[in-house]
């Protein structure tokens, strides 16, 4: 019994360890977004592939799998911010869909959160079952604006984090909407910085 114990808190202790390092790692990929640093990427990979298994390992399979995309996305983000460029030998710039488009991306994802919302409150157990699709659906496509250096992707991931603290509040999971808290200022502070960078390109 005091063996079975002793596994279970080392087991514990393994997560926990794993668990800070991929927050560091998840607060450092954006501290370097911010920067536009391109070594955010392996930062991201390594903090989705730590959560992506953590996530496993709970049963949280959706959450694992996100993070797989998040995973994949971070490769892709790397490539894009590498080579994504028009112009030959110049890094991916800050660039803007522009009201109109981000209007339509707005509908269209929104169309698509209703139908997994209304699956997921009508055959499943999940909670807040639209919030979630919501910021689900949003989130995979935020990733992607990010990895083309969309300004407006920030804006979106305010958004997100916003709501996602609410939900983690509602949920008591009271550490994870302290990160959240964190994520959402640190988008802003993002935003603003690569506004500026925008502004300054087209001078």
Same mark, same amino acid.
């Given at each position: ?48 592939? +730590?959560?992506? &298994? /953590?996530? @496993? ?7 694992? !799998?996100? #993070? ?36 339509? +991306?707005?509908? &269209? /994802?929104? @169309? ?7 699956? !997921?409150? #009508? ?36 958004? +997100?984090?916003? &709501? ?40």
């Amino acid at each position: 019994m005091n063996d079975f114990l002793q596994t279970i808190i080392e087991s514990l202790s393994i997560m926990t360890m794993y668990e800070a390092i991929a927050m560091v790692l998840a607060i450092a990929y954006i501290l370097l977004a911010i920067r536009q640093n391109i070594w955010c990427w392996p930062a991201a990979f390594l903090s989705t592939l +730590i959560y992506a &298994v /953590l996530f @496993f390992e709970v049963s949280l399979l959706m959450d694992s !799998m996100l #993070n797989l995309y998040y995973l994949v996305m971070a490769i892709y983000g790397w490539y894009s911010w590498k080579y994504g460029s028009n112009i030959k030998n110049e890094d991916l710039k800050v660039n803007t869909y522009g009201l109109l488009t981000n209007i339509k +991306i707005i509908v &269209v /994802l929104s @169309f698509v959160s209703l139908c997994f919302g209304y699956i !997921m409150a #009508n055959y499943t157990s999940a909670d807040f079952a639209y919030i979630d699709s919501f910021t689900t659906v949003f989130a995979v496509f935020t990733t992607f604006m990010l990895a083309k250096k969309v300004l407006e992707n920030w804006i979106y991931w305010i958004i +997100i984090d916003i &709501v996602s603290i609410y939900i983690y509040i509602q949920k008591e999971l009271y550490l994870t909407a302290a990160l959240f808290i964190i994520y959402t200022i640190l988008a802003l502070v993002a935003y603003i910085n690569w506004k500026k960078d925008f502004e300054y390109s087209r001078l």
